[in-house]
């Protein structure tokens, strides 16, 4: 699937249409190590944006109800799909029984030190970590990556050299969001992991994407 859509024909059919974020641009070649990330919602942004499924058109999800704002670029890993595969494993990481995947593409958090005054943009990230949230009985990954070339987050190999602070207003970010008065939420991180289950969490999503996916290459081309 990858490769069809980055064959000359696919970036020709680039010029005349504009492809679908989540299907018809390339995750990148060198992934899961660096990735392409469409984002959706920057720092700025006072309501959450959502990519619409079906037509690829950033879509108004809700205006976000409090102070808190997402502190860091917010999208997701195009080509991906958080399926039985990431399910799984999420499953097995934690010990619970029945975890699916939530039907997703890949969640990913870019840090950069640059003001991004929008989303609906590509960037090249280099993921470092992630954390493993579930909600409900769904695998809900959110990778942390840092924007390559990125001159203050750059350098990061690993989410343990990523300060303190920073990773606290992710995860009350991430628990709160969603929250609304009166109701109890079913969202919980269980782990903060490092490089290498960030990366087979891509690589299963990639995986998941091309079982349910396989056959859009073959109605494209």
């Given at each position: ?5 980055s064959?000359?024909i ?9 492809s679908?974020p989540w299907?018809g ?5 060198d ?5 392409t990330?469409f ?17 690829g ?5 809700r205006p ?8 860091a ?6 080509q991906?799909f958080c ?7 999420c ?6 029984q029945?975890?699916i ?8 958090c870019?840090?950069?030190?640059k003001?991004?005054v ?10 470092i970590g ?27 190999r ?11 207003r992710?995860e009350h ?5 969603k ?12 782990h ?6 960030a990366?087979e969490v891509?690589?299963?999503s990639?995986?998941?994407?091309s079982?349910?996916?396989d ?5 494209l081309y």
């Amino acid at each position: 699937m990858a490769d069809r859509l980055s064959d000359p024909i696919g970036r020709l059919m680039g010029l005349r249409y504009k492809s679908h974020p989540w299907h018809g641009v390339f995750i990148g070649k060198d992934a899961p190590e660096i990735v392409t990330a469409f984002i959706e919602v920057v720092p700025t942004d006072t309501v959450k944006y959502e990519i619409d499924k079906d037509s690829g058109y950033l879509r108004l999800d809700r205006p976000q109800k409090y102070s808190n704002v997402v502190p860091a670029l917010y999208g997701f890993i195009p080509q991906t799909f958080c399926g039985e595969a990431v399910g799984d494993f999420c499953g097995k990481r934690t010990g619970r029984q029945n975890i699916i995947g939530d039907s997703d593409p890949c969640d990913i958090c870019v840090l950069t030190e640059k003001d991004i005054v929008h989303g609906d943009l590509l960037v090249s990230a280099r993921p470092i970590g992630g954390f493993r949230m579930i909600d409900g009985n769904q695998a809900d990954d959110k990778i942390i990556a840092v924007l390559s070339n990125d001159t203050v987050y750059g350098h990061f190999r690993d989410i343990k050299e990523v300060p303190p602070v920073v990773i606290q207003r992710l995860e009350h970010y991430f628990l709160t969001y969603k929250d609304m008065p009166g109701q109890e939420s079913n969202t919980e991180i269980t782990h903060i992991y490092g490089i290498e289950d960030a990366l087979e969490v891509i690589r299963l999503s990639m995986s998941d994407y091309s079982n349910r996916f396989d056959n859009l290459g073959k109605l494209l081309y």
